[in-house]
């Protein structure tokens, strides 16, 4: 083959190249021609009025979660605050702007810190969203097998920001440089003289983004420590700022709202519920409350005293305790569950002197022939007729033995469960879409997957972190579900799921509250400790049925108070910013 020199063609410099290697089939390998084509995508590029991750995600944004991350990046230059009302996505827009960084190869060391019961779910979203999954945990095992070289030595970490901040590791942190930092519930940030705001104002870092849905919940000073960390110098002093931004002897109230408003929009984004017109049909939850059989209710308590009486003994570290909290809300999902870590825990020699018990608590579960929950799911089944019903269980176990309960019954279901591959996984929502009428699943179709072709759920077994509830409602509660949602939660009286549901569902109407909304209630709680680290030590340190029910009462009053606050807060911050900060 020759390249032809007629005149009449005019070809584009570069061109006889390109033409030559054809003619000699010169071709580039499959990856290299991709890497080739993206690096000339990148070129093509100017700056970011086009996203180049739109394309290797696995889900759909929203228009204004991209128009937020395209702000943070071009108009923030990445150094800004989401602060979408809540419910609406500032994870959504964070992760688009760590996906476009990545790509661009612009931010190669990345710290995410969260609230502890936060850590995870960031994880899950990163791995299943953005197909960034090599973030790791501060409490990984490969992370903590690292020691103090764990910080330097893995570039992607998301961390609980009570951990970061203890001495020595806080150290550690604050001598290396991050190209990127992203503060979720940023507000907890609003004390400059708190060391949470010290350490993360120490922090070497190019970009930072901070995310909250209450930038201010008190005093206007609130706006300024969170803005000086982004850029400093922005609102000038304290004085200056109070002298300029806020009315004499009322730190709530503003003036200069104007310029307030301009020096604001060069750092923080905020969509509120009308601007996106995001819209849910209703939901509606309902409380299956049901008595154990005598044998189920014995086997119930002999297990809770067992767990009482080894706490009890003094010797409990962290992992012991945390056995024991499993071994907990394994009994309250079903006997077959705790069996199996009975007999586990037998075999193990860190629990020889409890031998004889565990193997007599065990033999009693084996041999537990009632199942108060099971047949109430049954009842459930066989009322839903043709619509179709995502069965939750938190156990492997569990779900085990409701798969033969089920079969038994002759009633068609679909597992789903860890176990399976991703394509077994795809496989099995495929079905359950198209032909199937049972999802039977673990914790793992609450990560990730939209199941909004489905109107009804159950709760065979609660979590006890109700973020997770939460997650588990927002697979079919989301956009796209036309029917409303009906939420059945199994609950046995007496135990302790019964009294979670009655805070929660009862006292709160946590069923009844916008996603998201529990996530900032349990903030305004505590930030050091998760709310189901709470729940077991109410359970395991009552002394009685009466200390029980009233400590179980306080720890509801103080979840409404933090409703209360959640609420107040955001009242504030709608009257303050309005909807004049969307992207």
């Given at each position: 083959m020759t390249i032809s020199s007629n005149p009449i063609v005019q070809l584009q410099p570069g061109a006889e190249e390109v033409l030559t290697a054809v003619a000699h089939q010169q071709f580039l390998t499959p990856q290299a021609y991709r890497l080739q084509l993206a690096a000339a995508h990148m070129l093509l590029i100017g700056g970011f009025d086009e996203l180049i991750c739109l394309d290797s995600l696995h889900f759909d944004p929203f228009p204004y979660q991209i128009k937020a991350a395209q702000a943070a990046l071009r108009r923030f230059r990445g150094r800004g605050m989401l602060c979408d009302e809540v419910g609406l996505g500032k994870t959504i827009e964070a992760g688009l702007v760590i996906k476009e960084y990545r790509l661009r190869q612009m931010?190669?060391?990345i710290l995410i810190l969260t609230p502890p019961g936060l850590v995870q779910q960031w994880r899950e979203e990163l791995a299943q969203k953005f197909g960034l999954d090599d973030f790791v945990t501060n409490s990984d095992d490969v992370f903590r097998a690292a020691g103090e070289e764990a910080w330097r030595k893995f570039p992607h970490v998301i961390a609980s920001i009570a951990a970061a901040r203890l001495t020595g590791t806080r150290e550690i942190i604050t001598s290396l440089t991050y190209d990127l930092v992203v503060i979720d519930e940023a507000h907890h940030l609003k004390n400059r003289s708190s060391v949470t705001w010290k350490f993360v104002n120490d922090l070497q870092k190019r970009f930072i983004l901070m995310l909250t849905a209450t930038p201010v919940e008190n005093r206007l000073e609130e706006l300024y420590n969170l803005i000086t960390i982004l850029k400093p110098g922005q609102l000038k002093t304290p004085q200056e700022f109070r002298r300029q931004f806020v009315v004499k002897g009322d730190p709530h109230s503003p003036k200069n709202r104007g310029l307030l408003r301009e020096l604001m929009a060069d750092v923080m984004i905020r969509h509120s519920r009308g601007q996106v017109n995001v819209k849910l049909p209703p939901r509606r939850a309902h409380t299956v409350r049901l008595a154990l059989s005598p044998p189920e209710q014995k086997l119930y308590q002999e297990v809770s005293n067992f767990v009482r009486q080894v706490l009890?003994?003094?010797?409990?570290?962290?992992?012991?305790?945390?056995t024991l909290g499993i071994l907990q809300r394994e009994i309250g999902s079903s006997a077959t569950a705790v069996a199996r870590t009975l007999h586990k825990l037998a075999a193990q020699p860190a629990w020889k002197s409890h031998k004889s018990r565990l193997l007599s608590l065990a033999d009693d579960a084996v041999a537990m022939s009632d199942w108060a929950k099971a047949d109430a799911l049954l009842k459930i089944l066989h009322s839903a007729r043709q619509?179709?019903?995502?069965?939750?269980?938190?156990?492997?176990?569990?779900?085990d033995a409701l798969a033969e309960r089920l079969t038994a019954e002759d009633i068609a279901f679909i597992p789903y469960h860890g176990g399976l591959t991703t394509a077994q996984k795809d496989e099995a929502i495929r079905r359950f879409e198209n032909e199937g009428r049972v999802l039977l699943s673990t914790e793992a179709a609450g990560e990730g997957r939209n199941l909004q072709f489905c109107h009804l759920m159950v709760n065979f077994d609660l979590p006890w972190n109700p973020q997770r509830i939460e997650q588990r409602v927002g697979r079919i509660h989301r956009v796209g579900q036309t029917k409303q949602v009906e939420i059945f939660n199994l609950s046995a009286e007496g135990t302790i799921e019964d009294y979670l549901l009655h805070i929660l569902d009862r006292k709160l109407n946590m069923f009844e509250l916008v996603i998201g909304e529990m996530e900032m209630i349990l903030g305004y709680l505590t930030q050091e400790q998760d709310f189901e680290e709470m729940l077991l030590e109410v359970w395991l340190h009552s002394a009685d049925q009466t200390a029980l029910e009233t400590s179980m009462n306080e720890l509801g009053d103080r979840l409404l108070a933090a409703r209360e606050t959640m609420r107040r807060v955001q009242a504030f911050d709608e009257t303050l910013f309005g909807e004049d900060f969307a992207a």
């Open positions: 931010a190669e060391r009890s003994e003094g010797r409990d570290s962290g992992a012991r305790k945390l619509d179709k019903v995502l069965i939750f269980t938190h156990f492997q176990a569990t779900l």
